[in-house]
């Protein structure tokens, strides 16, 4: 995708990421991947940051990461990954597990550049 890799980590919390992610899309960042907080734990509050933050919820995103990696394991069905849309800015919140991370990047790779141009006002294909 030609994408500048970089990473951040911030505190627990909806606040923290709902204001980060405004931020990253008023700076005009096209695509963010979030790693963690898509559990069914008590921190695990990366579904609700999304959802407050006024985006747009892209529900097929985040079902083909469960339906494609209940291939490597049953436990994707406890998992509240999220794909949404923040103006022109993709967001996708994938589990906290590197391995699971990096699984549903690969799930996900045939589809990016298409939905990130999508989100970003490109024509249809």
Excluded at 7 to 24: A, C, F, N
Excluded at 36 to 54: F, K, V
Excluded at 57 to 73: D, K, L, N, P, Q
Aim: proline share 6%; aromatic share 2%; hydrophobic share 45%.
């Amino acid at each position: 995708l030609g994408a500048q890799v970089g990473h951040e980590l911030l505190p627990d919390g909806v606040e923290p990421l709902r204001s980060r992610l405004l931020e990253l899309a008023d700076a005009g960042m096209r695509l963010c991947i979030c790693t963690g907080g898509t559990g069914l734990g008590p921190r695990d509050c990366t579904p609700e940051a999304l959802l407050q933050s006024g985006a747009v919820e892209v529900e097929g995103i985040a079902e083909m990461f469960r339906s494609e990696s209940r291939h490597y394991t049953t436990l994707v069905w406890l998992s509240r990954a999220r794909a949404v849309r923040i103006g022109r800015m993709l967001v996708i919140a994938l589990p906290g597990s590197p391995r699971a991370a990096r699984q549903g990047m690969e799930i996900l790779a045939p589809i990016l550049a298409h939905a990130v141009g999508m989100a970003d006002g490109a024509a249809q294909a």
